[in-house]
């Protein structure tokens, strides 16, 4: 059967190591498994997500989830668009939904 590639992405990545870990060995399948860092405040472009945007280009689904209380402010910050107060999504978010089909 064909394996599941699955990507975690999170500001604090490292701190994760033990909990994918333990799924790695849960599912047999460290290789297909891993753990990498993104931030959510920095645009795509940025080169600490180089590997983020590798994996962009072959993904079929993505999966994203936030604290919002955490990172709403980073996410969604308030502009003005004809004199109309409202929230634009900005950084990572913006251009990952942007490059979606």
């Not at 799924?23 to 297909?32: M, Y």
């Not at 502009?79 to 999504?89: A, F, H, L, R, S």
């Amino acid at each position: 059967p064909n394996r599941i590639k699955t990507e975690v992405y999170d500001l604090y990545h490292d701190d994760w190591e033990p909990v994918m870990e333990s799924l790695g060995e849960c599912f047999d399948d460290q290789e297909h498994l891993t753990m990498h860092h993104v931030d959510l405040r920095l645009d795509l472009a940025d080169e600490a997500h180089e590997q983020l945007r590798s994996s962009l280009q072959t993904v079929d689904i993505i999966i994203a989830q936030f604290v919002l209380h955490e990172n709403a402010s980073f996410i969604a910050q308030d502009v003005e668009i004809d004199g109309v107060p409202q929230k634009q999504i900005v950084g990572v978010m913006r251009d990952i939904l942007t490059m979606a089909p």
